[in-house]
């Protein structure tokens, strides 16, 4: 390593002694732009510069999140959800008051979809021409069969047919056992219900010829459930 600066030319090594120029009764070091010193020298001081930058970027930020502590009892938040916040605030409902509505909008929409299942298992059964549509809808059920309606043309006319995925749905219960095998049952005509009443108190056509001629109804009491039915 070259020295900067020797006071006497003599202590100079002799091979060093070109790089060296007399200033102010010493002599000084003097390299060009090129020499591997001044070099290393560029390169630590560009070194220095780059980290005094992350220095002062990492002091600022510090001292930018020590101002900006949450007081107490806050927290900090998403900007997606500071937006949720700032809508449902103003309908003044407390979180009670959204669980409720939110369970609520579950049942009704759940209800909702079960009608609509319902009127298209209804709809499916009629179409296929089935008399006991009650059995074919609890087996549908039973199956969670996804039914949807095309449009198809049939003698040059729309026409809406059931589908279950890309087959017919009569199609698909010829391909599958376990409604084919209850397909009798879904064609057979359900029974007739009985009558039956609540027990209770109500009145029943005169079973007496005189009272039957004037119009006249008796006092009848319902003893049981089922005891009794008339037209009303």
Request: proline share 7%.
């Given at each position: 390593?070259?020295k ?15 790089h ?54 806050h ?26 509505i ?43 069969l ?24 009569a ?54 459930p ?7």
């Amino acid at each position: 390593m070259l020295k900067s600066t020797y006071d006497k030319l003599d202590d100079i090594p002799e091979a060093d002694r070109p790089h060296y120029a007399l200033r102010k009764g010493k002599y000084v070091l003097e390299l060009d732009d090129h020499h591997p010193v001044l070099a290393k020298n560029r390169e630590l001081v560009t070194k220095q510069t780059t980290d005094q930058r992350t220095i002062t970027r990492l002091t600022n930020e510090k001292q930018a999140l020590e101002s900006n502590v949450l007081p107490e009892g806050h927290k900090a938040v998403s900007e997606e959800d500071a937006r949720f916040i700032e809508e449902v605030k103003p309908l003044s409902l407390s979180p009670k008051d959204l669980k409720t509505i939110v369970g609520e909008h579950k049942t009704l929409k759940e209800e909702s979809e079960g009608r609509r299942q319902d009127e298209i298992f209804e709809r499916a059964a009629k179409d296929m021409g089935y008399e006991n549509a009650a059995t074919f809808k609890a087996m549908a059920k039973a199956l969670k069969l996804d039914i949807k309606y095309k449009t198809e043309k049939v003698d040059g006319q729309d026409v809406e047919k059931p589908y279950v995925g890309d087959k017919s749905l009569a199609d698909h219960i010829n391909a599958t056992p376990e409604l084919k095998a209850s397909e009798p049952a879904f064609k057979a005509r359900p029974a007739a219900q009985p009558p039956s009443t609540e027990a209770g108190a109500g009145t029943r056509p005169a079973t007496s010829a005189a009272a039957a001629s004037a119009g006249k109804q008796e006092p009848y009491r319902f003893q049981e459930p089922g005891d009794v039915a008339w037209p009303t």
